[in-house]
Every structure is written in C-alpha cells, then in structure tokens.
C-alpha cells in the first residue's frame, strides 16, 4: 500500500493555513468560457485590490457588472503560497486535485514554490506552470495582476484551490450587479 499519498493529503489539510497552487496543468481552468475571458488593461473600468490572507480573502466578495473589465490587483499577505482563482465552483473543484498533484510532487512548499520543479514535464505533457489568464499563484509578499473581462452573469466565484484551503473557507462571491 502506497502511503505516500494519504500522508500528503494528510499534511496538506492539516496545515490548511498553507497554500500552494499550480500552474499549466490542464484546461479546467476554463479561460474563454462561460466565466468570461482575459481582458485588455485599457478597457478595465476599474481596479480591485485582493489581499490574500491565510484562509480568507479581503474583500470576500466582489460585485461586477456583465461586460465589465476589471484590472485586479492580487497581494498576498499571508505566510503562505497562495492562489486566486476566478471559475465556477465545478472547476475550482477540477483544480484541487491538480493542486493536490503539486504539493505530491513537491512544487508547492508550504510558504514557497519550488520554480525549477514547475518547469518539468510531469510525464503527461503539462507542467505544473501556473499560467493560466483567470489564476495567479503567489509565494508570501509578492503580487500581480489578472485582467479580466466578465463576459456574461453566472455563479462563479474566486477561490484558492491549495489542499485544504477552499475547504476551509478560502473562496469568495462574485456578485453580478
């Protein structure tokens, strides 16, 4: 019997104020899709701060209007790896189980990533890049920026999607005003 795995799954959600994230590991991260699509920073209306706590997110809710292009700012304050992540609650759950691959294979690391090990082809053909327009992974005290178009209303909401941290209650609304 492999123990491995129980024992990082165990670990993960045991330290479920550690975040990890992934990177280019599959498409269920649906850019393009119903969720909306990446946006052009001179058509943003406005820009949005997220901080990025351990476990929670300010705001925990964000209101946009259908067409809008919002420019938002991600920071992560907390001690750990962290992931903002706008989809649907389907494909945050998709993604778990490729973040979940990420700390198996030792990329995610608690407060850091492990950037050569993204790089690799994990025998499938992907990598555990994490590129994808909709998703930013971020290591304690760094930022970036997702541009994103809402195209059209549904129920989406932004998440991260580190073992045990969606689950301890690290995802927030987006509302459609």
């Not at 491995?4 to 899709?33: E, F, Q, R, Y």
């Amino acid at each position: 019997m492999n123990l491995s795995k129980p024992i990082a799954l165990a670990a993960a959600l045991s330290m479920s104020s550690v975040a990890l994230a992934g990177g280019t590991h599959g498409d269920s991260h649906g850019h393009g899709s119903a969720i909306g699509e990446p946006g052009k920073a001179s058509e943003a209306s406005r820009t949005i701060t997220v901080e990025l706590y351990d476990n929670y997110y300010e705001p925990e809710s964000i209101e946009v209007r259908a067409g809008e292009t919002v420019r938002f700012v991600v920071e992560n304050k907390g001690n750990l790896v962290h992931e903002f992540n706008i989809g649907t609650p389907s494909m945050h759950e998709a993604h778990q189980e490729e973040m979940m691959m990420m700390v198996e294979h030792g990329v995610i690391q608690g407060g850091k990533l492990n950037h050569h090990m993204m790089e690799m082809d994990m025998g499938n053909g992907h990598t555990m890049k994490h590129d994808d327009p909709n998703s930013v992974l971020l290591e304690p005290g760094k930022s970036q920026e997702i541009i994103w178009k809402f195209s059209n209303e549904g129920n989406i909401e932004f998440a991260c999607n580190v073992p045990g941290h969606y689950q301890a209650g690290m995802y927030g609304e987006i509302q459609f005003m």
